[in-house]
């Protein structure tokens, strides 16, 4: 809305309650009565003036004050009420009706007074006048007079009392006879007045009469009353109005007085639920805040078991693809070999086994993860067939108990109970189970042996189980250990996977498909005691299957292997880190096949201690080649520790690893180079080669002899000779320079390099060895943030220069 | 909270009163009529056709004094020479003497001028009865030019030039000079002239022996021969019309008609009027010729005679006659000098 309209509508608002209250006031109340009041007593007035006139008429009242002054109070009264009358239409002409009727009645009345007092005179007088001729006629003979005059008398006296024209036309004969009778001339001026009475008399008293009932007639009492009427009726119009104003005004009021009382009632309402909500807001708040606080809680905890998880998942992942690419570089290492024709059958026979043993390994690792995938992805099933538990231990036990016996273990397997010949259950999950819980035994245990313990429980029972213990007097499990045992991705120590092999995911799978069977394995152990793993399952229904007491046995064996030989790293000594056998034996044939000389660490540990044995004795190894992965002390561990200890030869990094950051951890961690596994024959020889010409450059001696010609660098200033004294002494402080610089990168002090670079190329290009310069700048750029073996690099080429530099054309 | 139940109670409150108070609905009020009664209580005069005068009412002496200055006033005419009074003497009955007045310059008026005595009780002023007031009346001699020759503007012009009458109005009148109040203080002031107290009014009243034998037997008279059937009332006529002429013709008997003989006629226009005029008080009659409207009769015993030959039709023997002007002189009271 618009301004001005609300200000209009406020307007017409106020407008209209002025009207209401004006109205209500009543305030024509008053004139009113007094009106109503004036025409009662014009009412009342009028008939006292009927009543005197008639009283005048008969002769009661012989005076016309009376009369006259009722008149004239009527004609002020109406002059009033004219006055203070209402402004009505109706009552105007009822105003106007009654004073006309008025007017008419007082020109009556005027009329009236005048022609009555006339015939008052005649009538009164006429008798008199006729007796007095009488009188003055007695005893005369005079008859025909007398006679005459007592008839007028009469009949005059009869007219006046009841005017009528039969009566008139009687008086008028008598006044006609007596007119004819002889009058005496004394007598002649009192007969002519009697006559002219007379004559009035019959004249007058019809219109005396005729203007009495004209007078009465005038309706002047209906026009009061209409006046009366109309007033009354306009009153009620008035208090018809001044009611509805009232009414309205009250409404107004009421309405008005009940908004505020519903607009305070609202707002109690709103402040009550104001109150309330902010209370709930309150109480709200406060929940919130304490499941904001729970869920935070909660959050973090899943933050840190998803943190561990990924961390989990990682590790996993790395060790996964270690597991596989050792395995396959064996395979591919062996199957090199067998390529070389120089080869015997034995030496053939070894290395297809080793192919054979690494591929099977290989293909029970990628059994295993695909098995935990499809365990995690619920995808895994167990059949429900019948199987024989006797034939599926002894299948079992008879792979194992060779390596048992590799191992100079027994091997024993006992029914502790009779057992079933057949059970409803999944024989090929069984036998995996078996094998997995049979290899860890033999795996594990170094002295003493693994038994195999057999029960059947609960034959009877609706659910009958057979488990099956494996006990071994091995290396035993920390409480730790065993909590971690079958969590998926979880390995206590990478160090004892490395040291005894397999995926780590054995006892998650076996566990997983043993409650799958309706069962579970247990664990009890003692470290360094043993450990007991139980494999519970269920058998189905036992009725009526036959239950055997004994065992059989069977057994297959193994052939060994060997190592040969190509040559091309002639002399070169190798100390090669490397846990797994296989790759032991791979990689030291592959060099010793260049005519290395191989020493072989089975730890980190080892290595270091190797390394630095050899350094100390004058015999150091040109070049290192480290596993990353290892027992006891890790590559990483390793190399990090020889770097410490000042040690400055050559470490290439071998690594399955395939992760992105692998590379830049290895050469973080101060190795020169890296090699991934399965090792490429020729990439081992060039790495190899390469790292230990590196070096051989880095550390020669100044050669004895100077170099060739060509290979010398002349100042640009050689022909200056002014300058050639200042050349000749920068050119001989250059080998105190370029000697700081290799200790200083021997050292892997950045700082030192970048300082030691900035000088030379500050300082070669003035004294003409641009080639320094820039050889220099190059080191200075990469000094800070470049790869060590990069600094390394650019360092000896600018040693190298600086070698060559010469003051002057030789 | 019990704030909020405080003003929703009370607003109820006020609520409630104040749609009993706009509820509370006029009535079409009737007051009880006030019954007229006819006043036969006590009447002294009983059955007579004359009655005693009723003193003035109470007025107010200083509009009385202001009147009367202004009745005696002079200025107020057009010259400065005539005044109410110079008509109206008020040492000679209220009139001139005159058959016909004297105006401004000389002028004469048409008729006979009526006293100013008591002229108050008459419901009709002018031979001719053409206003019905006293306030009304003043302005026909006032303008008139014949006679004071002047205007409502130019009286109250003089009256307001003079400041004695300035400070007069103003003690009496909050609206000062004005032609309302000075047509309302000549008129109170004439409201006071009256002659109460007369021996007749004095019989009337019980008295008997306030007037002589021959007095009561003029007043026999007076009735016996009808002329109480005109003059009759407090004012002994006054108070109606009637024709001059009525058993004989008067103008023809005078000697030729003129205007102002055609009396009410002049004013109502009906042929019924023709000749008609307003019955002359007899109070001050013994005092006042000469008589009727024309000035005609110079004496009050013509008079009687000619009444009673044109008006009652008869004869007064000398006797009745002299009689009946014995009774005349005992209507006028001491008021009028």
């Not at chain 1, 069977?554 to 790759?583: C, F, I, M, Q, W």
């Not at chain 1, 190797?610 to 590559?635: N, T």
């Not at chain 2, 109670?9 to 009529?33: D, H, N, R, S, Y």
């Not at chain 2, 005069?45 to 009412?57: D, I, K, Y």
Request: with cysteine.
């Amino acid at each position: 809305v618009r301004p001005a309209s609300r200000v209009a509508a406020g307007a017409a608002l106020l407008a209209v309650l002025g009207l209401l209250v004006v109205q209500s006031r009543d305030a024509a109340r008053a004139s009113f009565l007094q009106v109503a009041e004036g025409t009662r007593l014009e009412s009342a007035l009028d008939a006292r003036l009927n009543e005197d006139v008639l009283r005048s008429r008969q002769g009661l009242r012989r005076d016309y004050d009376a009369l006259v002054g009722t008149a004239g109070h009527l004609r002020r009264l109406a002059h009033d009420v004219r006055r203070d009358a209402p402004a009505d239409p109706a009552v105007s002409s009822a105003l106007d009706a009654a004073d006309e009727a008025r007017s008419r009645k007082e020109a009556l009345l005027d009329r009236f007074q005048s022609v009555s007092s006339v015939l008052t005179n005649s009538v009164s007088y006429l008798p008199v006048a006729i007796d007095a001729v009488l009188a003055a006629t007695a005893g005369e003979p005079s008859a025909a007079l007398r006679g005459p005059l007592v008839d007028l008398r009469h009949d005059a006296l009869r007219y006046m009392l009841k005017p009528g024209p039969d009566l008139a036309a009687v008086v008028a004969d008598d006044l006609a006879a007596l007119e004819r009778a002889p009058a005496p001339p004394h007598l002649e001026k009192d007969l002519a007045a009697v006559g002219a009475h007379a004559r009035i008399v019959l004249r007058f008293a019809p219109v005396v009469d005729a203007t009495l009932e004209e007078l009465l007639a005038v309706p002047t009492a209906a026009r009061y009353h209409a006046l009366q009427d109309a007033l009354r009726a306009a009153r009620e119009r008035q208090v018809r109005t001044v009611s509805l104003s009232r009414l309205l005004l009250g409404a107004l009021v009421t309405a008005f007085a009940l908004s505020v009382a519903l607009l305070m009632a609202r707002l109690r309402r709103r402040a009550l639920r104001l109150d309330r909500e902010r209370g709930d807001v309150a109480r709200l708040n406060e929940e919130l805040e304490g499941r904001v606080l729970l869920r935070t809680q909660d959050l973090a905890r899943a933050n840190e078991a998803l943190a561990a998880a990924s961390r989990s998942k990682s590790e996993f992942l790395a060790n996964m693809s270690h597991e596989i690419r050792t395995p396959m570089a064996a395979v591919l290492g062996y199957a090199d070999l067998l390529l070389d024709h120089g080869l015997g059958a034995t030496e053939r026979l070894g290395y297809v086994q080793t192919i054979r043993r690494n591929g099977e390994h290989l293909l029970t690792l990628l059994n295993d993860i695909l098995d935990l995938s499809k365990i995690e992805a619920g995808k895994a099933t167990v059949e429900s067939i019948p199987c024989s538990p006797a034939r599926i231990v002894v299948d079992v036990a008879s792979l194992m108990r060779v390596r048992a016996v590799e191992k100079k273990l027994w091997f024993e397997i006992d029914y502790l109970t009779p057992v079933p010949e057949t059970i409803c259950g999944d024989p090929t999950r069984l036998r995996q189970i078996l094998t997995n819980l049979l290899g860890n035994a033999v795996k594990f245990t170094d002295m003493g042996g693994v038994r195999v313990l057999v029960r059947c429980d609960g034959r009877d029972s609706p659910r009958p189980r057979i488990s099956f213990c494996v006990a071994d007097t091995g290396i035993g499990l920390t409480a730790e250990q065993i909590e971690g045992l079958f969590q998926p991705f979880t390995q206590a120590d990478s160090s004892t996977t490395r040291r005894f092999g397999g995926t780590g995911l054995g006892l998650t799978i076996c566990q997983r498909f043993a409650r799958m069977l309706g069962g579970d394995i247990t664990v009890e152990s003692t470290p360094g005691q043993g450990s007991a793993f139980t494999l519970t399952v269920e058998t189905g229904p036992l009725d009526g299957v036959p239950m055997y007491a004994d065992l059989e046995e069977a057994g297959p064996s193994e052939p060994p292997e060997r190592a040969p030989t190509p040559a091309e790293l002639t002399g070169l000594r190798v100390l090669l880190a490397e846990d797994g056998a296989d790759n032991q034996r791979l990689l030291s044939m592959f060099l010793r096949q260049t005519g290395a000389l191989v020493t072989v660490a089975d730890n980190g540990r080892m290595a270091v201690d190797g390394a630095l044995s050899a350094l100390a004795a004058g015999e150091p190894f040109d070049v290192i080649l480290m596993d990353m992965q290892m027992p006891v002390l890790d590559g990483y561990g390793a190399t990090a520790s020889l770097r410490a200890r000042a040690y400055e030869r050559p470490i290439v990094a071998l690594t399955a690893h395939a992760m992105a950051d692998d590379r830049a951890r290895c050469l973080a961690a101060g190795c020169d180079d890296y090699l991934t596994k399965p090792v490429d024959k020729a990439s081992l020889y060039a790495t190899v080669r390469r790292a230990a010409a590196g070096w051989r450059d880095r550390h020669a001696q100044p050669p004895a002899l100077p170099p060739p010609l060509a290979a010398l660098l002349v100042s640009e200033l050689a022909d200056d000779p002014e300058m050639q004294a200042l050349v000749d002494d920068y050119v001989a402080a250059l080998p105190d320079r370029t000697e700081a610089l290799g200790s200083a990168v021997a050292s892997a002090d950045r700082e030192a390099i970048g300082c030691l670079a900035h000088q030379l190329k500050g300082s070669a290009g003035s004294y003409g060895f641009m080639s320094i310069t820039d050889a220099a700048a190059e080191l200075e750029r990469v000094a800070h943030a470049g790869e060590i073996a990069e600094i390394r690099r650019r360092a000896g080429e600018l040693t190298s220069l600086c070698a060559r530099a010469r003051g002057r054309a030789p | 909270m019990s704030l909020y139940q405080l003003a929703l109670v009370a607003t109820l409150a006020l609520t409630a009163a104040g749609g009993a108070w706009f509820l509370i609905l006029p009535e079409a009020e009737q007051p009880p009529v006030d019954s007229v009664t006819t006043t036969a209580a006590e009447d002294p005069a009983r059955g007579e056709p004359l009655r005693p005068l009723e003193p003035p009412g109470p007025l107010d002496p200083a509009k009385v004094a202001l009147g009367k200055r202004l009745f005696l006033d002079p200025r107020l005419s057009g010259d400065g020479t005539v005044s109410c009074a110079s008509c109206h003497d008020l040492q000679r009955a209220g009139v001139d003497g005159l058959a016909r007045s004297r105006g401004i310059g000389g002028a004469t008026g048409a008729l006979n001028t009526p006293t100013v005595y008591d002229a108050w009780r008459n419901p009709v002023q002018f031979w001719d009865g053409r206003v019905d007031s006293l306030e009304a009346q003043i302005e026909g001699p006032l303008t008139s030019p014949t006679e004071m020759g002047s205007s409502f503007a130019a009286a109250i012009a003089t009256l307001q030039a003079d400041p004695s009458y300035a400070r007069a109005f103003a003690a009496s009148y909050p609206q000062g000079v004005t032609r309302a109040a000075f047509v309302d203080a000549v008129a109170v002031f004439e409201r006071s002239l009256s002659t109460t107290g007369s021996r007749f009014d004095s019989f009337l009243r019980g008295d008997t022996g306030a007037l002589t034998a021959d007095e009561q037997a003029g007043y026999r008279a007076f009735k016996t021969y009808g002329c109480a059937s005109c003059h009759q009332g407090a004012n002994v006529g006054g108070n109606m019309f009637e024709t001059l002429g009525v058993f004989r013709d008067y103008f023809v008997d005078r000697g030729g008609e003129r205007p102002e003989d055609l009396g009410r006629y002049n004013v109502t226009g009906l042929a019924e009027d023709r000749h008609r005029f307003r019955v002359p008080s007899l109070r001050l009659a013994a005092r006042t010729g000469p008589y009727f409207h024309d000035g005609s009769v110079a004496t009050l015993e013509a008079a009687v005679q000619v009444m009673a030959r044109y008006q009652l039709g008869r004869e007064i023997g000398p006797r009745e006659e002299q009689l009946i002007v014995q009774f005349l002189k005992t209507l006028a009271g001491p008021g009028a000098p």
